[in-house]
Nanobody
Framework: QVQLVESGGGLVQAGESLRLSCEAS????????MGWYRQAPGKQRELVAQ???????NYADSVKGRFTISRDNAKNTVYLQMNSLKPEDTAVYYC???????????????WGLGTQVTVSS
């Protein structure tokens, strides 16, 4: 089994910062891309940021310059530093990882259960 567990969500005021963490655990051979998605009420889930196993990053236009994704491969953990938060950043944030469980198996997508981020104006 593989689990992704997010932490770090909460309620903050506009302009403040939060740092999300997501640790992958269980039967893991290797992890390819890791990322963060978010889903606001009544909206579709959208990509926030993604990072490859080599550290190449990709961001949604709406968070560029404010959010930074990073990872610690030794800890199977991905982080999302969120600065200058806006009310429109309010959403449930989900961790995603492309994980290979064995050397001979294909990789598969895994998701965390999500962590709520609420930004008040």
């Amino acid at each position: 089994q593989v689990q992704l567990v997010e932490s770090g969500g909460g309620l903050v005021q506009a302009g403040e910062s939060l740092r999300l963490s997501c640790e992958a655990s269980g039967s893991i051979f290797s992890i390819n891309a890791m990322g963060w998605y978010r889903q606001a009420p009544g909206k579709q889930r959208e990509l926030v940021a993604q990072i490859s196993s080599r550290g190449t990053t990709n961001y949604a236009d709406s968070v560029k310059g404010r959010f930074t994704i990073s990872r610690d491969n030794a800890k199977n953990t991905v982080y999302l530093q969120m600065n200058s938060l806006k009310p429109e950043d309010t959403a449930v944030y989900y961790c995603n990882a492309d994980i290979r469980r064995r050397s001979f198996s294909v990789s598969a997508d895994y998701w965390g259960l999500g962590t709520q981020v609420t930004v008040s104006s």
